[in-house]
């Protein structure tokens, strides 16, 4: 006898993530999954956001790696709570371990909750952490070619983050290309070209994120 | 590698709906998975003949049916299938599209005595 029964594979994870996200919204905490390829700048841009935004907004930082937690340590320099998730060799974060690191956090102390996802532009796609925004970094020495080759992520993210702006003059890399590529699969979506080394285009990137901050339901 | 993580949650998906209808043993599966789902079908079968041994579904036979990965212009409306590279709108060339088919993963139904 055959049962149909058309429930998503990875229901469970979503009802998860949908409890993280219940649980932010109560603490008033926006979150941001950041994901990228191994190297973008994922780290880099959460280390820039902190240091332009700590003295204003209450910050607080997940890390995600297979292995080490040599992301960990440099948020930590900076001041600010962070867990380092270990992942063991797999090769996203799920809503789970996300709901883990909470229990590590001050959520009540933080207004903005940045989640650095394991390198990788296929697997996480697939799992909703509780977020609120996905920030896909994507940087200019991987070729301007990325969106068509991981179509999934660059059409589910919020917001794509162009960093390494400053290597343009010395790669191959067709500007004007990729931006047509990443509208072309996301109507709409923002792009923030950015240097994390030499400041470029930063301010810009936190000047957004602080009023997406002010745009959020109040908790009082 | 994902495909680890996801074939245990559809076993687990599959346990609880077998249980929830009463079933003894689960005997086909069969999965709808999109081409840009990023899941190869021979990763999960492999995994679900270790992750199913002792349960009920051990032995399964899963079937898969595989969504081509399909995209519609934003601008002139073409639905069109997406082969490799080719991201174009082959009626009006634009890039302006917008994926449609192709992003599923579920669990279609269970096959039980």
Aim: net charge negative; glycine share 8%.
């Amino acid at each position: 006898m055959k049962i149909k029964i058309l429930k998503d594979i990875l229901s469970a994870n979503d009802q998860r993530a949908k409890e993280n996200r219940e649980l932010l919204n109560r603490n008033g905490i926006l979150a941001i999954n950041f994901t990228a390829s191994p190297g973008a700048g994922k780290t880099s841009l959460i280390l820039e956001t902190i240091n332009r935004l700590k003295a204003d907004i209450k910050i607080g930082v997940v890390e995600g790696d297979v292995s080490s937690s040599l992301d960990a340590e440099m948020v930590v320099k900076k001041g600010v709570p962070v867990v380092q998730i270990n992942t063991g060799g797999t090769c996203h974060l799920d809503a789970t371990m996300v709901a883990s690191a909470f229990n590590n956090l001050p959520l009540e102390e933080i207004e903005l909750l940045l989640i650095e996802n394991v390198g990788n532009l296929i697997c996480p796609a697939a799992f909703a952490l509780g977020e609120d925004l996905n920030v896909l970094i994507s940087s200019v020495p991987e070729g301007d070619d990325k969106p068509h080759k991981y179509p999934v992520m660059f059409s589910k993210a919020h917001l794509v983050v162009l960093n390494k702006i400053d290597l343009l003059p010395h790669v191959l890399f067709d500007l004007p290309a990729f931006t047509e590529a990443v509208k072309g699969l996301n109507n709409g979506v923002e792009i923030f070209e950015v240097s994390c080394k030499t400041g470029q285009g930063i301010e810009r990137w936190t000047s957004w994120l602080s009023n997406r901050l002010n745009k959020r339901p109040s908790t009082s | 590698m994902h495909e680890l993580s996801i074939t245990k949650s559809m076993l687990d998906l599959v346990l609880d709906q077998a249980q929830k209808n009463g079933a003894e043993k689960v005997q086909g599966i069969t999965l709808v998975i999109g081409e840009m789902s990023g899941v190869v079908d021979d990763c999960v079968r492999f995994y679900f003949d270790f992750l199913s041994k002792g349960t009920i579904a051990e032995g399964a036979h899963i079937s898969v049916k595989i969504m081509p990965a399909q995209a519609r212009c934003r601008e002139c409306g073409k639905q069109f299938k997406l082969n490799g590279l080719d991201w174009l709108c082959p009626s009006c060339g634009t890039t302006q599209i917008n994926i449609v088919e192709g992003k599923e993963l579920y669990l279609e139904s269970i096959e039980v005595p």
